[in-house]
T-cell receptor
Framework: QVQLQESGPGLVKPSQTLSLTCTVS??????????WTWIRQHPERGLEWIGN???????SSKQSLRSRLTMSLDTSKNQFSLTLSSVTAADTAVYFC????????????WGQGTLITVSS | ETVLTQSPGTLSLSPGERATLSCRAS???????LAWYQQKPGQAPRLLIY???SRATGIPDRFSGSGSGTDFTLTISRLEPEDCAVYYC?????FGQGTKVEIK
């Protein structure tokens, strides 16, 4: 059974860079069947897709975040990561990592989520 | 970019009743790409339905999905207290805004 676990700083100052890591167990991130995905949820709001990365390192991301966003894989640790630069209060949210099925684009496994607060 | 609009915003029903949740797409969507999720407070979303009508692993058969083109439906045939949650539809990188199901 696949499990995903996010890790991150909790609190980030405005204008700084947010870095998050998702550790995957029970599956290999080099599997060609899935996209490794980041999704966030602003307080009391709906779900927002941020982007994904494939086993080959190919990325796809939300257009409005693209200029600030970097995603990467660490196959030796079976992890994938996100960095978001120049954060503002609008980036305060719960950030989830998830496994996306390449064929159906549905997200069949999720991490528990980590709350990131942007504040000085 | 496809916009998904869910209705109603909130649904308040009694245990044992049928719940019908709607998801309308701004343009035609291939069935294979339409999914439904359940999210309870403080938890991550859980995949219920993928491919518009296929139940995910471990999902009770009281949950069913249907629809095609621009109109999709999630039906909960007999509501149970644990079904109190927010339900989202999703297609690719787009989520609907959610429907909250309350149990009277």
């Amino acid at each position: 059974q696949v499990q995903l676990q996010e890790s991150g700083p909790g609190l980030v100052k405005p204008s700084q860079t947010l870095s998050l890591t998702c550790t995957v167990s029970g599956d290999s991130i080099t599997s060609g069947d899935y996209y490794w995905t980041w999704i966030r949820q602003h307080p009391e709001r709906g779900l927002e897709w941020i982007g994904n990365i494939s086993y080959s390192g190919t990325t796809s991301s939300k257009q409005s975040l693209r200029s600030r966003l970097t995603m990467s894989l660490d196959t030796s640790k079976n992890q994938f990561s996100l960095t978001l630069s120049s954060v503002t209060a609008a980036d305060t949210a719960v950030y989830f990592c998830a496994r996306g099925d390449r064929e159906t684009t549905s997200f069949d496994s999720w991490g528990q989520g980590t709350l990131i607060t942007v504040s000085s | 970019e496809t916009v998904l609009t869910q209705s109603p915003g909130t649904l308040s029903l009694s245990p044992g009743e049928r719940a019908t949740l709607s998801c309308r797409a701004s343009q035609s969507v291939s069935n294979i790409y339409l999914a439904w999720y359940q999210q309870k407070p403080g938890q991550a979303p859980r995949l219920l339905i993928y491919g518009a009508s296929s139940r995910a692993t471990g999902i009770p058969d009281r949950f069913s999905g249907s629809g095609s083109g621009t109109d999709f439906t999630l039906t909960i045939s007999r509501l149970e207290p644990e079904d109190c949650a927010v339900y989202y539809c999703q297609q690719g990188g787009t989520f609907g805004q959610g429907t909250k199901v309350e149990i009277k």
